[in-house]
């Protein structure tokens, strides 16, 4: 299977075709986004963490019968997926309040949720992502009553294995943020996980010190991004503990990889 031309490019990642055309070829971008593009910077080595994080993630998940679109890891920065069309809506999964629903409604930073909410938001950059109801889903067919139900199921198995799996490991997880796509195949279309599941898209506190281990290191300043990375990608046993990787040995990593091919 060959890597073909360019087909999508977002802001962590692109897209490009395959000589399958039900496989597609997800790459991961060191770019850092934040707040609607509107602050932006390189962090090498980022892409790298977060291939080997989502990668964790999605192939445990489909151990435990969560379908999903991740074949396999490729090399250092990307991996085979199965192409879907993906629902333009993200799903934010949240156990802890913080971030926009605070400011949004008003809540106290850190209020534990009796139960986990899940948020609506219309993906589209130009608008900002706003936040829709279930309604606005159906009243305008981004996707019907029975994916929608059938996304919420996955869901609530999606935050239950993930709360335990990060519990595990000293971490708490505050929320995320899913995408699913229709996957076709035999004439049938069935919902499945897509996207990515890294620290780029969760926002995980350390159990003890709450200690910020995600993105909220970029968007709030704080600094620090990658050993933050390192830290959880250590934690789940992905980089060996005495492994100390900085984000100069992440780059070298991936162009010793990539001379390897
Ligand atoms: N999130 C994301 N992509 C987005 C928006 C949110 O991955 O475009 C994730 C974010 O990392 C966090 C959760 O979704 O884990 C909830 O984010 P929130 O709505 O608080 O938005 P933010 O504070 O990022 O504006």
Not at 61 to 76: D, E
Not at 130 to 154: C, G, N, Q
């Amino acid at each position: 299977m060959k890597k073909g031309k360019k087909l999508y490019e977002g802001k962590a990642k692109i897209i490009y075709a395959t000589t399958d055309k039900d496989l597609v070829i997800q790459y991961f971008k060191d770019d850092a986004t934040a707040f609607n593009n509107q602050k932006k910077t390189i962090i090498e080595g980022k892409g790298v963490l977060n291939n080997r994080i989502s990668e964790h993630i999605l192939s445990n998940l489909s151990q435990i019968g969560i379908k999903n679109h991740l074949v396999k890891r490729l090399n250092m920065r990307e991996q085979i997926i199965k192409l879907v069309e993906i629902i333009p809506i993200e799903f934010v999964v949240r156990n802890v309040a913080t971030g926009s629903i605070i400011k949004r409604l008003g809540i106290e930073d850190g209020t534990v949720l009796k139960e986990p909410l899940i948020e609506y938001c219309l993906k589209d950059d130009e608008l900002g992502d706003p936040i829709i109801s279930e309604e606005h889903i159906l009243a305008f067919d981004w996707a019907s009553k029975e994916e929608i139900d059938e996304v919420k199921k996955m869901i609530l198995r999606i935050n239950d294995f993930m709360i335990g799996m990060f519990r595990g490991v000293g971490i708490k997880l505050i929320d995320f943020k899913l995408e699913f796509g229709r996957y076709k195949a035999n004439g049938k279309s069935e919902v499945i996980l897509a996207d990515e599941i890294s620290p780029d898209t969760c926002r995980l506190w350390d159990s003890i010190t709450d200690k910020k281990l995600d993105k909220d290191r970029f968007r709030k300043d704080l600094g620090e991004l990658i050993p933050a990375y390192t830290e959880v990608a250590k934690r789940l046993g992905i980089l060996h503990e005495q492994s100390n990787v900085s984000a100069v040995n992440v780059t070298k990593l991936s162009s010793v990889k990539k001379n390897r091919k």
